[in-house]
T-cell receptor, first 115, second 111 residues
Framework: GAVVSQHPSWVICKSGTSVKIECRSL??????MFWYRQFPKQSLMLMAT?????????EQGVEKDKFLINHASLTLSTLTVTSAHPEDSSFYIC???????????FGSGTRLTVV | KQEVTQIPAALSVPEGENLVLNCSFT??????LQWFRQDPGKGLTSLLL?????REQTSGRLNASLDKSSGRSTLYIAASQPGDSATYLC??????????FGGGTRLMVKP
């Protein structure tokens, strides 16, 4: 089946620094990828939709200047958390949709801790 | 706006029981519905995908049904095992790209 690889699985960074998270579709091309955030014991919250070759679409309330998304190829989308603060600490998960049968595949997630 | 609700929020059962997890959604104009499993600190693993034209899908001990007109889906787990302990998420895909998730059911299967 389709595989989405997300890296790193966990990262600790200092306040004010930036962190990049990568999401790759390994065996299929994904013109669209999705970035989610998940707080402890809560469900997933869609942050943005990443579109290959064009600007990402952000959900209401998500700061586009803080969460930079780049989707430069059909197999790679990146999320950069800029000027990270402790409140950005969370679990970030990406996903992509297969061409057929239109199910979604998720990455393994990235645990970000900002100290 | 699509809203997805999962009941119960948490469930604890002894090993070997058959159990049913429920998912309801408000907008029946869906493209498909997907059930996922999430282990603590991990990503989501797709369990079953039901297209809007289908009534059910089966994989091993798992069976998912879909009643689009009433806005309901159930995930049936037969002969539960401790390894089934996880959070189960229901997600609805309306026409378009976006998935709407339920709040999840946290399942604990006791040996």
């Amino acid at each position: 089946g389709a595989v989405v690889s997300q890296h790193p699985s966990w990262v600790i960074c200092k306040s004010g620094t930036s962190v990049k998270i990568e999401c790759r579709s390994l065996d299929f091309q994904a013109t669209t990828m999705f970035w989610y955030r998940q707080f402890p014991k809560q469900s997933l919250m869609l942050m943005a939709t990443s579109n290959e070759g064009s600007k990402a679409t952000y959900e209401q309330g998500v700061e586009k200047d803080k969460f930079l998304i780049n989707h430069a190829s059909l197999t790679l989308s990146t999320l950069t958390v800029t000027s990270a603060h402790p409140e950005d600490s969370s679990f970030y998960i990406c996903s992509a949709r297969e061409q057929s049968p239109y199910g979604y595949t998720f990455g393994s997630g990235t645990r970000l801790t900002v100290v | 706006k699509q809203e997805v609700t999962q009941i119960p929020a948490a469930l604890s059962v002894p090993e070997g029981e058959n159990l049913v997890l429920n998912c309801s959604f408000t907008d029946s104009a869906i493209y498909n519905l997907q059930w996922f499993r999430q282990d603590p600190g991990k990503g989501l693993t797709s369990l079953l995908l039901i297209q809007s034209s289908q009534r059910e899908q089966t994989s091993g001990r798992l069976n998912a049904s879909l009643d689009k007109s009433s806005g309901r889906s159930t995930l049936y787990i037969a002969a539960s095992q401790p390894g089934d302990s996880a959070t189960y998420l229901c997600a609805v895909n309306n026409a378009g790209n976006m998935l709407t998730f339920g709040g999840g059911t946290r399942l604990m299967v006791k040996p």
